[in-house]
């Protein structure tokens, strides 16, 4: 796909749901006694996975064009899967259902896409096989496929090495079948979807600081969860506003959880005009955000603010490029086990584009301001990726091309469309 320089950006764009919370009102309504009625669920390829996959398992979802209605069996309702379960491109759906998977009377096998099979499993490998699970990497590379062979399980204190949610959120769904409490400390607080959500479905969790806890055999009970917009999406659209003079515009229903407000902090650090309206407080947070085009400079990002940002950090890279100064990133190694290696990708394009941008063992060095002109990107089937140069292209001189632009099906099956919409 092709993109020109625009002259502004002005409208509303109302940003589809949250795509990790999308995943888990499937899992947890699968796995929750009576029916489950999901609104403003994202249609986007990934969250589709989750639904095939607990399809396989005997789970009836209906997917009508309003809402998901599904038929929850309660916790050991699951049937073995009749084939292997693809899980298409999303880590999130693999990592949380190998929780599950782990605790039931049956085996199954886990495969996806080429993406998948190269992310890191023994992640979640490691503490699950602490609590009793039988998981093995069919190619003993600790990626996907995976065999599972459901075992007893029993409760452990797991300290991760990762702030990450994926994990966090595997152990504490493989605690739901485990003998014992189950507790998760994490280095710094990642996404708290999980621990939100399945209180609400009824299960016995909580949390202090770093560390969540949670006690077998809840009985979960179907529930009414309507899905905010993902923030993760909506930062396209703020960095737009921000950086395509004369812009203004108002990205409505944003999920604001403080797990995941990253963005709005470091934009604002940066000099951003962004102005949250309609604040509504009930369960997830959310807002609608007034975003106007402002001159930004650099910051350091670093510490616990980057699981907070984490999926962010491509586009943020773009707000860097276009800011007076210098930003750093560290502590972001993580980076590089997305759906690709963000660090390199987005220094070999950026810098394509006439930036001035450094990769580093944890992050990256930009240093801003420099004018941004067109060039070809492979978006090397990453989502972020291919959106994050989509913004840039809209203020960069000349025609920028983004080869695989159709991966934004992933997370925002309507980016190009909504953005155009907004384009001037
Ligand atoms: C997610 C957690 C994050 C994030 C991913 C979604 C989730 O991954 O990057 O897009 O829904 O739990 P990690 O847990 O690997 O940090």
Request: glycine share 10%; charged share 20%.
């Amino acid at each position: 796909m092709k993109f020109q320089k625009i002259k502004t950006l002005k409208g509303e764009v109302t940003i589809p749901g949250d795509k990790s919370i999308s995943h888990r009102a499937v899992m947890f309504g699968s796995l929750a006694e009576g029916t489950t009625e999901i609104t403003n669920f994202l249609q986007g390829a990934d969250c589709l996975s989750t639904i095939d996959a607990f399809r396989k398992m005997g789970i009836e979802i209906q997917n009508a064009p309003e809402k998901i209605i599904i038929r929850g069996k309660g916790l050991h309702g699951l049937q073995a899967p009749s084939s292997v379960l693809d899980m298409g491109n999303s880590g999130t759906t693999t990592r949380l259902i190998s929780g599950i998977l782990a605790g039931q009377t049956f085996e199954s096998t886990l495969t996806g896409d080429a993406s998948i099979q190269k992310r890191p499993m023994r992640r979640i490998m490691e503490p699950l096989s602490m609590m009793g699970a039988k998981i093995t990497s069919i190619n003993n590379n600790d990626c996907a496929p995976l065999h599972i062979m459901g075992a007893p399980l029993h409760g452990i204190h797991y300290h991760s090495k990762v702030a990450s949610a994926q994990v966090k959120s595997a152990v504490l769904l493989a605690g739901l079948y485990a003998e014992g409490e189950t507790f998760v400390t994490e280095p710094a607080l990642s996404r708290n979807h999980t621990e939100i959500m399945l209180r609400c479905f009824g299960a016995d969790l909580s949390s202090e600081d770093k560390t969540a806890k949670v006690c077998p055999e809840p009985r979960l009970q179907g529930q009414k969860i309507h899905v905010p917009g993902d923030i993760s999406s909506a930062a396209y659209f703020i960095a737009a506003g921000l950086l395509v003079p004369g812009a203004e515009i108002l990205i409505k229903n944003v999920g604001i959880n403080p797990t995941r407000d990253g963005i709005l902090k470091v934009a604002r650090e940066m000099g951003g005009d962004i102005t949250l309206l309609n604040e509504k407080h009930e369960g997830e947070p959310t807002a609608d955000l007034l975003v106007k085009h402002s001159d930004l400079h650099g910051i350091t990002i670093e510490g616990s603010l980057i699981p907070t940002l984490i999926d962010e950090l491509p586009i943020i890279n773009i707000m860097a490029a276009c800011a007076e100064g210098t930003t750093i990133i560290r502590d972001a190694a993580e980076l590089k086990v997305k759906e690709s290696n963000r660090i390199d990708v987005m220094v070999e394009y950026l810098s394509a584009m006439g930036c001035d941008i450094k990769g580093t063992d944890d992050g990256m060095i930009i240093n801003g301001g420099q004018p941004l002109h067109g060039t070809i990107v492979d978006s090397h089937m990453d989502h972020r990726v291919a959106m994050s140069f989509a913004i840039a292209s809209l203020i960069a001189e000349g025609e920028t091309k983004i080869k695989s632009s159709d991966v934004v099906t992933i997370s925002y099956p309507n980016f190009y469309a909504d953005l155009t919409r907004l384009c001037q």
